[in-house]
């Protein structure tokens, strides 16, 4: 296929995707300008990166290069953001903050098992504004293989992005299934559920879902009201100062109760799944090497 052609494709490809916006995901989540506003409190000048959290300790003592500013710098850019460029400046020295798990919500591959997660530090810087010592560290997958990782909502998602960037739209839609089968009608009940959901679980799965459907998957059709769910609970869990609560539970009347701090790391999932163009960018590139798979007239 020559270039033209290839270009023509990708046309195509983009103009079906706009035509479709009318059965788009309906998601009335979080207010925008709330999700930025946090992270930009959360920005310590010093390390020219974001620290973890507000209160809850250690992380509101913390600096996460990966996972939190990772995905902080390129949230922090959805939103328009001039703290954007100098999170990746400083990230630049941590080698870009990649931990071989969380780069696939920005477009990258990553390797073919999951390992439990560690940590390592870093270093160390005062912050003037807070008065206080943060510790910079960098989570760290190695060593110990998890074979359990099907177990994991998160996990699963992770899985099911590295395979649409390898273009294997059938094995991300079989993962997409088993994450949805975890959902219960208040959130994800996984292997990591303590009576407690995890809200950013809520945001992964409205990012698989726009991917999966801007790779022309039929299959996500039948947990359109799910997803829509998601993307309320999410809107019900951002607090007064923009951030997402990390947890939350449902009482017996069915109204949502946050539960603990809101952190960077969730508050940049919920940017990067509802409001950036990441997940529409992994189910093209899945939907184009499908095709160009495909055998000529076929």
Request: with cysteine.
């Amino acid at each position: 296929m020559g270039v033209g052609q290839l270009l023509l494709l990708v046309a195509v490809l983009v103009a079906s995707l706009l035509q479709t916006g009318s059965g788009a995901l309906v998601c009335y989540g979080p207010r925008v300008d709330g999700l930025r506003s946090f992270l930009e409190a959360q920005y310590v000048p010093e390390a020219g990166l974001l620290r973890a959290a507000v209160a809850a300790y250690p992380d509101n003592a913390t600096i996460w290069v990966a996972s939190d500013n990772l995905l902080a710098a390129r949230a922090l850019l959805v939103l328009g953001s001039p703290l954007a460029g100098r999170v990746l400046e400083a990230l630049e020295g941590y080698g870009g903050g990649f931990d071989g798990a969380h780069e696939v919500l920005i477009g990258h591959r990553i390797p073919g098992v999951f390992y439990e997660a560690g940590e390592v530090v870093l270093g160390e810087v005062y912050s003037r504004s807070l008065g206080a010592v943060l510790v910079v560290k960098r989570e760290l997958h190695c060593c110990r293989v998890m074979e359990d990782w099907g177990r994991y909502a998160d996990l699963v998602v992770y899985r099911a992005l590295d395979r649409l960037l390898a273009g294997d739209i059938a094995g991300a839609e079989r993962l997409y299934e088993l994450l949805m089968g975890m959902w219960d009608g208040r959130g994800f009940r996984d292997a990591a559920f303590d009576g407690t959901y995890e809200s950013y679980k809520l945001a992964l799965a409205v990012y698989l879902h726009r991917a999966l459907a801007a790779a022309g998957s039929p299959v996500v059709e039948g947990y359109r009201g799910a997803v829509e769910e998601c993307c309320r609970l999410l809107g019900l869990l951002q607090r007064s100062d923009g951030g997402i609560a990390t947890h939350y539970r449902v009482d017996g009347g069915g109204a949502v109760v946050p539960v603990g701090d809101a952190n960077v790391e969730t508050t940049s999932i919920t940017v990067l799944a509802l409001y950036s163009a990441y997940p529409l960018a992994a189910g093209l590139r899945a939907r184009l090497l499908e095709l160009l798979q495909e055998p000529a007239g076929g």
